[in-house]
């Protein structure tokens, strides 16, 4: 079984800060890592992948990536109350299960104004 | 460009019932994977399609199947309906099996069984 292991959270920063959210996962051989943001109510929606060693950006959000570590990162800059949803970590699968996303139990996090 | 599409968006059913549920992928997607949402499980796969095949499946019972069609819309059937399978169903579509541009999720179908 493969597991996702997210900062349980409930994570809650004031308007402005810097959010940082966490994920572990067991599976070495992973090869691309999703984020996805699903506010209350509605259903997943994607905001970064990275495949690479490192950092992507894309606007206020910064995906690092360790995979000596199995281990990966969101980190959402300028937070504001918009923000304020669950996270969800998602390496892909590999193989055999090369279709498949193992998600995290998500990390809630509230942006207060 | 319209996105991926479910219906029903909400059910109600009975135990005992059977439900089918639908998903209309991104026009030119070919993968189309379900999901299965629980406050108690969190998101957890059921099965993926690809062109008309199914590539993978999760740890569900056989009550849990589904099927894809030639124009790639895919649905899928819960027999024998329990209380525990009430659940918000989503179904994600890429254009390829393991898609380096992910997958995007429909709406869900909200199923409630009572």
């Known amino acids: 079984q493969k597991e996702v292991e997210q900062n349980s959270g409930p994570l809650s920063v004031p308007e402005g800060a810097i959010a940082s959210l966490n994920c572990t996962y067991s599976?070495?051989?992973?090869?691309?890592f999703f984020w996805y943001r699903q506010y209350s109510g509605k259903s997943p929606e994607l905001i970064m992948s990275?495949?690479?060693?490192g950092d992507k950006e894309d606007g206020r959000f910064t995906a690092q990536l360790n995979k000596a570590s199995q281990y990966v990162s969101l980190l959402i800059r300028d937070s504001q109350p918009s923000d304020s949803a669950t996270y969800l970590c998602?390496?892909?699968?590999?193989?055999?299960?090369?279709?498949?996303?193992?998600f995290g139990r998500g990390t809630q996090l509230t942006v207060w104004p | 460009k319209a996105g991926v599409t479910q219906t029903p968006r909400y059910l109600i059913k009975t135990r005992g019932q059977q439900v089918t549920l639908s998903c209309s992928p991104i026009?030119?997607?070919?993968?189309v994977s379900w999901y299965q949402q629980t406050p108690g499980q969190g998101l957890q796969f059921l099965f993926e399609?690809?062109?008309?095949?199914?590539?993978n499946k999760g740890n569900f019972p056989g009550r849990f199947s589904g099927r894809q069609f030639s124009n790639s819309r895919s649905e899928m059937n819960v027999s024998t309906l329990e209380l525990g399978d009430s659940a918000l169903y989503l179904c994600?579509?890429?254009?390829?099996?393991?898609?380096?541009?992910?997958?995007?999720f429909g709406s869900g179908t909200r199923l409630t069984v009572v």
């Open positions: 994600a579509s890429s254009l390829e099996i393991g898609a380096s541009n992910g997958y995007t």
């Open positions: 599976d070495r051989g992973s090869q691309s």
């Open positions: 990275i495949y690479s060693n």
């Open positions: 998602a390496p892909g699968g590999r193989g055999s299960t090369l279709g498949r996303l193992y």
């Open positions: 026009s030119g997607h070919r993968s």
């Open positions: 399609y690809f062109s008309e095949t199914q590539r």
